[in-house]
């Protein structure tokens, strides 16, 4: 290692605050990309290993396109010569006593082990074949049997009566679940010859199809798998988003701490210059501190962003539980690759950000690098280059957008050009603000306020890449702010309009409302009762959702949004066998009302004319919905997945119908909702699928607030010269201390300033762009001013908090400086 290199690394352990500092910046920034990135992969890695555990060594499963078939199929699949194994499948849910939902299979205990042999591992308290002769008895998965402290032999109670724990057995998906023997599970849900599914072992996949494609769905498990993996497509495709987004305010910052690390070196440059040392050398030093620095933060960072994403994968879990199917995602191991992806991109983004200065350093003349200061004219010149190649940036980006296109990742690839024009503009919109600035801070702090607006002026290369980073995480948030509240708002509006049954029964998932206690309701003079079923289809190979609703109900009662205008006449042709899409349904399979759509179902393929296209926001899959004749006539499936009930507001008996009605539900254990508690439910859903969402600006933020505590400790070092002249010019320790506070002050302005238009603009594209073409649902932009307040107190108390390292530099330091002629 050379003399120069090691003079330069001794630096790194005198001043010990700053190399800290710039560790920690670095470290940020990796965690917050690796953060985001090892909580998806986990989430999608135990996706994957939850549907290869359930399917086991099976192929291909059979089953109807809508509701339980006759267990009399078991018998023609018995003779069928393509059949080399099968096992039939009762697939539920079951509510525990504290509330929450398990997973509960029905099995054959003989049959399903050519299937999923790995339950034969399943260890029993006592003897195996109460597995069997025991009607109440069922295996737990090993960690939900940790979670509730119930060892082999113990009891849970569940929403179908007590249950007896006789062994667990392991789940390498982690999710909740119970098994029972098929033929006690048949009664605990009241289906007596009836089964959900079979998983079959196939010999010839084509030949068996022949025979059973009428009637029955038939589906490998690849499709499945691929079925499953579109469910989640739109959810995957933002969460990498997000974690690019993270990425990219984390290279701002890592920049920002790489420039940190050559520009307070400066002055050592010069020296080590001046003694003879050679360009090549001083950056060679400068990179070795910069790998160094970079290797050690990437590695910090890749632990944090473990941890992190340990925090993250619970918020990911309970968001896919709640939109699409439950899952309990398992933290990734730590492995020697995560630490390695660290140091990759501490070392990369380091490097790229520290290219410019170093650049600039190899430029300056030894002298002029012995002032510590660099040559501030450079920078404006610097700043309308940048402005220009962001203004081109920024219209390639915007033309990307308007070209008519379903692509997500053009989207998403305009929207980071978007961002990171805006960033190269800042640099140019502070100096057009600068007067604006100075004016402002004078009026604030006198003679130190206006000091402070010109050293933020004359210093852009060290205060226009902070602020835009602050810049751009503050747009993030705001961005996402207005997104989620214009979405919030266009649910509720919805809401309304759909949703205006007097009480709701059994929108759990484990119960079936009883198709005797839906005509028993009927019979209720002054009450009309909607029965909802909601089934998942295919559709071009494609999943998507079929509900069956009663037509005439809904027509005097509710109120939908039409795409196209229109109103209850609709319903008309819904009674007649007609039947109307969701706008995700039409915009994902390019249908629109008058089209004609052909739907397998249990009598064949069946051809329906589309009469109308509604708004709605309960699956990006798409919705077909039918009346229940329509459905009936169409799948056979009498099942009932929930009822509501509607009143007429004038009944003078309305309370005690209320309460007849809540009786008997209660009398069949289902759980009875208001229309206000149905609607609390939806929106609990609603902000749970936000959470990672509010995490990641959260992780913006302080991102951002490292780059400003590293632009002003910058600042401070290359100003030590100019705090001697303030001195001797008669400046006390406070007007000092408050210049470098209006210094953070104005530089957390700007950036809240510059998001509010930015911002504004990120809602927009996130909102008629983003998850028009994710979603294909069309969100309604609702404004709100909380939104900007919140950020405007983000900018101010971040900006206070960067300058208080800063500021205790000064209090240190700031009597003993002096005039040094350097």
């Not at 990734?332 to 650049?359: D, H």
């Not at 009026?443 to 306020?449: A, I, R, S, V």
């Not at 209006?742 to 762009?769: D, K, P």
Request: glycine share 8%.
């Amino acid at each position: 290692m050379g003399t120069v290199t090691k003079a330069f690394l001794r630096y790194l352990l005198r001043r010990r605050s700053l190399t800290l500092l710039q560790l920690m910046g670095i470290a940020f920034g990796v965690a917050a990309c690796l953060g985001m990135g090892l909580s998806a992969m986990s989430a999608l890695a135990s996706f994957t290993g939850a549907i290869e555990f359930l399917q086991g060594k099976s192929t291909h499963r059979i089953e109807r396109d809508a509701g339980p078939m006759d267990e009399a199929i078991l018998r023609d699949l018995m003779r069928d010569p393509s059949v080399q194994s099968f096992s039939p499948v009762i697939d539920r849910r079951l509510r525990l006593e504290k509330g929450s939902q398990i997973r509960i299979l029905g099995v054959d205990p003989f049959l399903d082990l050519a299937i999923r042999p790995e339950l034969a591992r399943a260890s029993f308290a006592g003897d195996r074949l109460a597995f069997i002769l025991d009607e109440k008895a069922v295996l737990m998965e090993a960690g939900l049997a940790r979670e509730l402290n119930l060892a082999a032999g113990g009891r849970i109670k569940t929403s179908r009566g007590e249950l007896t724990v006789l062994g667990t057995f392991p789940n390498p998906s982690g999710e909740p679940l119970l098994l029972m023997d098929i033929a006690h599970a048949q009664e605990l849900f009241k289906m007596p010859g009836l089964i959900d599914s079979v998983d079959l072992v196939l010999a010839e996949e084509q030949v068996f199809i022949s025979r059973w494609d009428e009637g029955f769905r038939i589906r490998s498990n690849r499709q499945s798998r691929e079925t499953f993996g579109a469910m989640l497509g739109a959810f995957r495709l933002n969460l990498e988003a997000l974690s690019l987004m993270a990425l990219f305010v984390a290279v701002f910052l890592i920049y920002n701490t790489a420039m940190f690390a050559v520009v307070s070196r400066r002055r050592d440059a010069g020296v080590l210059r001046s003694l003879g040392a050679s360009r090549k050398e001083v950056v060679a030093a400068f990179l070795a501190e910069i790998l160094i620095l970079g290797g050690i933060g990437g590695a910090l960072g890749s632990l944090l962003g473990y941890l992190l994403s340990r925090f993250l994968i619970e918020i990911l879990g309970g968001t896919i539980t709640n939109l699409y199917f439950f899952l309990r995602p398992v933290p990734m191991a730590w492995s020697f690759w995560m630490p390695a992806a660290g140091v990759i991109v501490g070392i990369g983004a380091s490097l790229l950000g520290s290219l410019f200065p170093l650049i600039e350093l190899s430029r300056t003349d030894p002298v002029k690098a012995l002032s510590g200061r660099s040559v501030s004219h450079q920078w404006g010149r610097m700043s309308k280059r940048a402005a220009a190649a962001g203004l081109l940036i920024l219209l390639i980006s915007a033309a990307v957008l308007l070209v008519p296109s379903r692509s997500i990742y053009a989207a998403f690839g305009a929207v980071f050009g978007i961002l990171f024009a805006l960033s190269l503009l800042s640099g140019f919109a502070v100096m057009l603000f600068s007067p604006l600035m100075a004016g402002f801070l004078k009026f604030l702090g006198g003679l130190p306020g206006k000091i402070a607006a010109g050293n933020i002026r004359r210093n852009l290369g060290r205060t226009a890449v902070a602020i835009a980073a602050f810049m751009v995480a503050l747009s993030m948030s705001l961005g996402l702010s207005l997104m989620i509240g214009s979405f919030r708002e266009s649910l509720l509006w919805w809401m309304d309009r759909q949703f205006r049954g007097d009480l709701y029964i059994s929108t759990a998932s484990e119960r079936e409302v009883p198709e005797g206690l839906y005509h028993e309701l009927k019979t209720i003079p002054g009450v009309d009762v909607d029965a909802y079923r909601k089934v998942q289809l295919s559709y071009r190979n494609r999943p998507m959702f079929a509900a069956s609703v009663s037509a005439p109900v809904l027509q005097r009662h509710a109120r939908f949004a039409w795409l196209g205008g229109g109103g209850d006449e609709h319903w008309e042709a819904v009674k007649r066998g007609d039947v109307i899409i969701s706008e995700s349904f039409a915009r994902n399979f390019s249908v629109k009302a008058g089209d004609t759509i052909l739907l397998d179902t249990r009598q064949g393929p069946a051809r329906l004319r589309v009469e109308a296209v509604f708004y709605d926001y309960s699956t990006e899959h798409g919705l077909v919905m039918m009346d229940r004749n329509t459905y009936l006539r169409l799948f056979d499936d009498r099942t009932i997945n929930s009822v509501a009930v509607f009143l007429d507001p004038g009944d003078p008996k309305r309370t005690e119908t209320l309460d007849l009605i809540r009786h008997k539900a209660l009398r069949h254990d289902l759980p009875v909702y208001t229309r206000e508690q149905f609607f609390g439910n939806i929106l609990a859903i609603f902000d749970s699928t936000f959470a990672i969402t509010r995490s990641m600006r959260v992780m913006a933020i302080i991102i951002a607030f490292f780059g400003i505590a590293g632009a002003l400790t910058t600042l401070f070092l290359e100003r030590r010269s100019e705090f001697g002249i303030l001195r001797a010019l008669g400046f006390s320790t406070g007007q000092v201390s408050l210049l470098t506070l209006l210094e953070a002050f104005g530089m957390g302005l700007l950036s809240f300033l510059f998001s509010i238009g930015c911002g504004t603009l990120f809602a927009v594209i996130l909102i008629r762009v983003i998850n028009l073409r994710s979603f294909n649902w069309t969100i309604f932009f609702h404004p709100h001013l909380s939104p900007y307040l919140i950020v405007a107190l983000t900018a101010f108390l971040a900006s206070l908090g960067a300058a208080l390292y800063p500021i205790w530099m000064v209090l240190r330091t700031y009597p003993q400086m002096q005039i040094r002629d350097d």
